[in-house]
């Protein structure tokens, strides 16, 4: 089955700074690349996503990298703010028409 | 959260009892899912239905039913097989032509007296 690996599994950046955060995933048939953002209690959010016809996508301060050869995919996020703090999660789907999803990374913006 | 609702919010289990979490959607959507997220983890899927009366195991179903008789509504059961349920159940959605792109409610956080 699909494994999506995700890190750092915790990012600290100060406002204003850059943040990456990366996946590698198993399956070379996997062709949606989405990212979630998950708030304390809540569910997780769409941010971003890509398919495997394009390399790059951007969307204001949010852009997402797939590498289909290195089976790896990064979520970028320019000009952080504290409200970015959060955990985000990537994900893959699979041949079941289901995502496997990575372990998550907590990201904290200090003001 | 979109037009997924979930309830409880907080369900409390007793030993050997079943409970029965609720997710209800009315964005129209064909596949309909439920995930378990343990603290600092990331989502195992549980079943999966992509179809009314219709569904599939996913990668930990084991002391887990559901059903889907409506196209609005795919509960999950919690039987008393399910030895350590204490967990935040999430129940996502998706259109069936992209169905990748899921939408998630708010959560029922399951937990054993």
């Known amino acids: 089955g699909e494994n999506v690996e995700q890190h750092p599994s915790t990012l600290s950046v100060q406002e204003g700074d850059s943040a990456v955060i990366k996946c590698t995933y198993s399956?070379?048939?996997?062709?949606?690349f989405p990212w979630y953002k998950q708030e304390l209690g809540k569910g997780p959010q769409l941010i971003i996503d890509i398919r495997s016809n394009v390399g790059e996508k951007k969307d204001q301060r949010i852009a997402v990298t797939l590498n289909k050869t290195a089976k790896h995919f990064s979520l970028h996020i320019t000009e952080t703010q504290p409200e970015d703090s959060a955990v985000y999660f990537c994900?893959?789907?699979?041949?079941?028409?289901?995502?496997?999803f990575g372990s998550g990374t907590r990201l904290q913006v200090q003001p | 959260d979109g037009g997924i609702t979930q309830s409880p919010k907080y369900l409390f289990r007793k030993e050997g009892q079943n409970v029965t979490l609720s997710c209800e959607q009315n964005?129209?959507?064909?596949?309909m899912y439920w995930y378990r997220q343990d603290p600092g983890q990331g989502l195992r899927l549980i079943y999966y239905s992509q179809i009314v009366n219709d569904f599939q195991k996913g990668d930990i179903a084991e002391g887990y039913s559901v059903s889907r008789e409506k196209k609005e509504s795919f509960p999950l059961t919690v039987t008393s097989a399910q030895k350590n349920p204490t967990a935040f159940y999430l129940c996502?959605?998706?259109?069936?032509?992209?169905?990748?792109?899921?939408?998630f409610g708010p959560g029922t956080r399951l937990l054993v007296l």
């Open positions: 994900a893959a789907d699979t041949g079941r028409r289901a995502l496997t």
């Open positions: 399956d070379s048939a996997s062709n949606y």
């Open positions: 964005l129209n959507h064909d596949a």
């Open positions: 996502a959605s998706s259109r069936r032509d992209i169905q990748e792109t899921q939408y």
